[in-house]
């Protein structure tokens, strides 16, 4: 979500008021319901806006559930159960059976399973999926308002090829069903070993991410992390929500963010722009958290590897420090109603 998606998640929620039934409402990752401590969120992707017709059916299917089981994990949820509804095509009937292997071979991956849904015709494929999860007994849910001054900013994995593999795909290098990838027949000049390997990588990450969903869950059971977001709009974009709800700042440095191998090198061969994929690319689905505790230490108790970035401040706003000097970083990731930047 962008500036325009806040804006009318606004209206909306001034429309309906605050729930009754709900310890979470509007405005984060994920619902949770004060009855049994239910997490619930959904997700919708249309065919021409959120995926093309040339990306494998398979690909699509295990992505569309990915951003719900991601957003289950934003929110320190354990993934239970999802319901699915599909807007078919009638030209797109004979290949629904790839979508569907795709998001089950996914489901089985996360433990995740399918229990009910509605099938229609439409004329674009359409997807839509609720995703329900559940707190664990004591575990309160992680939430993006609890940030406070002076907490460490952590990501939890390199970013950047997410972004990457959107831009090679949108320049014409394919991948097929089975992940072979290919560049496209009309590039200028030989494309080498490592072209060919850095594009494969990435462009796999961008058409079929994996969510965090034994890190969420563990970092609300530790209680390891006071506020959390999915980076799936961009860095950029996702810390400034983070940080507005926390009635926060945040000050970030560009040495200390890990980024995708050879993004830099590789990538700039390719025409990729290492800033925007980093600070600006959306769907990296990786866990952008704030925590009391040091690098080492998080590292330790979760035993795998998360990223110090950055800390937050008392002054609003998300700085960037870069080569030593210190600049304002404006939302830049991705708005369904305004296009991306990324």
């Not at 439409?122 to 999860?133: E, F, Q, R, Y």
């Not at 059971?221 to 006071?226: E, H, K, N, T």
Request: with cysteine.
């Amino acid at each position: 979500m962008g500036e325009r998606e806040d804006a009318i998640i606004a209206r909306i929620e001034a429309a309906f008021g605050a729930s009754r039934d709900a310890l979470v409402g509007i405005g984060d990752d994920a619902a949770v319901l004060n009855q049994g401590r239910i997490v619930v969120t959904t997700d919708l992707l249309i065919e021409n806006v959120d995926f093309t017709r040339e990306i494998p059916m398979r690909f699509t299917g295990s992505k569309s559930l990915a951003a719900n089981v991601s957003d289950l994990a934003a929110m320190g949820a354990v993934p239970g159960s999802f319901l699915m509804a599909l807007g078919i095509p009638e030209d797109q009937l004979d290949e629904i059976d790839r979508l569907i292997e795709g998001m089950a071979d996914a489901a089985r991956a996360w433990k995740i399973e399918l229990v009910g849904g509605d099938l229609s015709a439409a004329s674009a494929l359409t997807i839509a999926i609720t995703a329900i999860g559940s707190l664990e007994n004591g575990v309160e849910p992680l939430r993006r308002n609890g940030a406070k001054k002076g907490e460490a900013v952590f990501v939890s994995r390199p970013l950047g090829a997410a972004a990457a593999g959107l831009h090679l795909l949108a320049r014409g290098w394919r991948i097929d069903s089975s992940g072979t990838v290919t560049p496209p027949a009309d590039l200028p000049g030989a494309v080498g070993y490592s072209q060919r390997e850095f594009a494969a990588a990435v462009i796999r990450i961008q058409v079929s991410p994996e969510p965090e969903h034994l890190l969420g869950p563990a970092l609300a059971r530790a209680r390891l992390a006071s506020a959390c977001i999915d980076i799936s709009d961009g860095l950029s974009t996702d810390l400034h929500r983070l940080c507005v709800a926390s009635g926060i700042g945040a000050e970030i440095e560009w040495e200390r963010i890990p980024r995708f191998p050879d993004l830099e090198g590789i990538g700039f061969s390719l025409g990729i722009d290492e800033t925007r994929a980093v600070l600006h690319g959306g769907e990296e689905l990786a866990l952008l958290f704030t925590s009391a505790g040091t690098e080492s230490e998080l590292s330790k108790k979760l035993g795998r590897p998360v990223y110090r970035i950055g800390r937050t401040s008392a002054v609003p706003g998300v700085k960037l420090v870069r080569n030593g000097k210190t600049s304002d970083l404006p939302r830049g990731g991705f708005d369904h109603f305004a296009g991306s930047d990324a």
